[in-house]
């Protein structure tokens, strides 16, 4: 039971993907040609929303349910992990018109070829695993 | 009411939800990143016995991979219940510049030149759902996230190395746009 919340969260989340059509690999072409304010909209409205409240979070010391403060951790200083990964990310998602999330939206839509995509994404995961000593970060 | 709920929902409507559910998360004692679910069906997968980077409590993310199941039929909800069956109203310019790749105005959601059954049977239609979907993964856990970890939370907490990662995020999608697909299609 105490999952379910996260599965209530989840069904949002596609509902929201699929219905604001950010799952559409026409929206991301449209995006990258920007050629449309929609995807800027979406991701800068919650990106706004996002910075005002997490600022409030940390000035009032919020407690999440458990009654633990919210706690934010920095990221390790990088460059060239963020830049070079960051790079492939987005060769991948111009190419497939998804990432990680919208995949799964896609599938629950009803376009199973997305399968394809997200098993290879698994797979891509599991090669960076295999290879992350050897990469430079 | 029916209308204004199967139409395409508003992007100040649909970002305010993504934040909604960022906060419920965070909340929830947990965060946003949705990409992390991959390197958990590794782990879960038994591939940390081999590779160290696998070899974590991957049942600690057992509410990442509920979401995503719920992601899942999300989705399914959207088109059975919430959908009014239009195709995506994408601009008129990318209609344009799309149909000089070949690929036709939207007859949905996804393109039937690189999802439909036909396409995928192909090896080239295979491979470039394979490559996308290869270099997302490898991508997303390279840079530490995705969209959701680094463009939504990392940027929501001014994080400098997620503003890195959605740069590299769009070099690599112009990239992809501008100079690659015009040679795949």
């Known amino acids: 039971m105490k999952f379910i919340k996260f599965l209530l969260l989840g069904i949002v989340f596609g509902v929201v993907m699929a219905k604001s059509e950010a799952i559409s690999w026409f929206r991301i072409q449209e995006m990258f040609r920007f050629q449309a304010f929609h995807m800027y909209g979406i991701i800068g409205t919650a990106v706004i929303l996002g910075v005002i409240g997490v600022a409030l979070i940390k000035r009032f010391k919020i407690r999440d349910f458990h009654g633990n403060q919210i706690l934010f951790y920095p990221k390790d200083k990088s460059i060239i992990r963020y830049l070079v990964g960051g790079t492939i990310f987005g060769l991948g998602w111009a190419l497939s018109g998804a990432c990680p999330g919208p995949m799964v939206v896609s599938i629950g839509y009803g376009f199973l070829t997305m399968s394809i995509v997200f098993l290879f994404a698994i797979v891509g995961t599991y090669l960076y695993g295999v290879f992350k000593e050897k990469l430079p970060h | ?185």
């Not at chain 2, 559910?21 to 782990?43: D, V």
């Not at chain 2, 991957?58 to 399914?76: D, E, M, P, R, S």
């Open chain 2, 1 to 185: 009411m029916r209308e204004f709920i199967t139409q395409t929902w508003s992007w100040w409507f649909s970002g305010t939800m993504i934040a909604a559910i960022m906060f419920f998360l965070l909340y929830f004692g947990q965060s946003f990143g949705f990409s992390a679910n991959l390197r958990t069906i590794c782990a879960a997968a038994g591939l940390g016995k081999k590779t160290k980077f696998f070899d974590f409590n991957w049942k600690a993310q057992t509410w990442n991979l509920v979401f995503l199941v719920g992601a899942i039929v999300g989705g399914f909800i959207a088109n059975q219940v919430l959908s009014s069956g239009t195709p995506v109203e994408i601009s008129q310019a990318t209609i344009n510049d799309l149909s000089k790749l070949g690929i036709a105005a939207p007859a949905s959601l996804q393109p039937a030149e690189l999802f439909s059954l036909d396409a995928i049977l192909s090896i080239k239609g295979f491979l470039v759902l394979a490559v996308g979907g290869l270099m997302v993964g490898f991508g997303s856990r390279y840079a530490g996230g995705c969209t959701s970890g680094h463009a939504i939370s990392g940027l929501s907490d001014l994080q400098v190395p997620s503003l890195i990662a959605v740069i590299g995020f769009f070099i690599g999608g112009l990239a992809m746009t501008f100079f690659i697909l015009p040679l795949i299609f």
